[in-house]
């Protein structure tokens, strides 16, 4: 079955850098373009990064542009998100997610995407 596990969430001062991970497992990874959400307390789960299937497209909101870095490794089935300068704003359950892309482009909506990890904390303290 389709597992995303997510790793390297955690209490972090404002300023500061995290390194999120997302192992993928059961499905052909590189025909998933990959992306991250987040889910801030009392907002709706929201879109942060998006990586094409070879990762030579991505895209970001506008919240976390020039800040938050998308990445991917294809041999070893996973994907990344480098959180720099981060902001007590940018606390939420992060979550990675899989949208099948052969003949589709990149998206981030959040409807797109087939498969869903269970989460992984970030919480920035200012």
């Known amino acids: 079955q389709v597992q995303l596990v997510e790793s390297g969430g955690g209490l972090v001062q404002a300023g500061g850098s995290l390194r999120l991970s997302c192992a993928a497992s059961?499905?052909?990874?590189?025909?998933?373009?990959m992306g991250w959400f987040r889910r801030a307390p009392g907002k709706e789960r929201e879109s942060v990064a998006a990586?094409?299937?070879?990762?030579?497209?991505?895209d970001y909101a506008d919240s976390v542009k020039g800040r938050f870095t998308i990445s991917r490794d294809n041999a070893k089935n996973a994907v990344y998100l480098q959180m720099n300068a981060l902001k007590p704003e940018d606390t939420a359950v992060y979550y990675c997610?899989?949208?099948?892309?052969?003949?589709?482009?990149?998206?981030?909506?959040?409807?797109?995407?087939?498969?869903w990890g269970q989460g992984t904390q970030v919480t920035v303290s200012s």
């Open positions: 997610a899989a949208d099948f892309g052969l003949r589709k482009s990149l998206s981030r909506v959040k409807d797109e995407y087939n498969y």
């Open positions: 059961g499905l052909p990874f590189s025909s998933y373009h």
């Open positions: 990586i094409s299937r070879s990762g030579y497209s991505t």
